[in-house]
């Protein structure tokens, strides 16, 4: 990751089990994205409602764009709402539901495997904490 893409992220929160477990993996990049970079976290860093009109400047396709651009916004929205992930308000606003994401909890030192282990890339699907033994 460079240190440009570093400075832009937060780290208060991380995806669920949840999460992990029913999406795909280009879902999670999205949802990575929209709970650890600052352009789409308020000032207390939680995750903004984003618009689902693809022209505007804080929409849902954005997103998915500085997520990776090689993802269609439009796939992503159907799983994400087909999941249950992501909630359609009356106003047009995404609202992402709390039950995706939790607050990120720091790895202990003495866990240096498993930090080696998932500190190497963080889009690559993990396997539970009790399968790596």
């Known amino acids: 990751m460079s240190p440009l893409r570093q400075s832009n992220t937060v780290c208060r929160w991380e995806p669920t089990e949840l999460a992990s477990t029913i999406l ?14 600052r352009e789409f976290l308020d ?61 990120s909890q720091p790895r202990r030192q003495s866990d240096h495997r498993i930090n080696r282990i998932l500190g190497a890339d963080e889009a690559i699907p993990r396997r539970r904490f009790n399968d790596i033994y």
């Not at 992930?85 to 939790?102: G, I, T, W």
Request: aromatic content about 6%; overall charge neutral.
């Open 24 to 37: 795909s993996a280009a879902a999670r990049q999205v949802i990575r994205a929209w709970i650890s970079s």
């Open 43 to 103: 000032d207390h860093h939680d995750p903004v409602m984003l618009m689902m009109d693809t022209q505007a400047a804080n929409s849902f396709a954005q997103l998915v764009r500085s997520a990776s651009p090689e993802l269609a916004p439009l796939a992503v929205l159907n799983e994400l709402l087909s999941k249950g992930v992501v909630e359609p308000l009356d106003n047009s606003y995404l609202l992402l539901r709390r039950s995706v994401y939790k607050p």
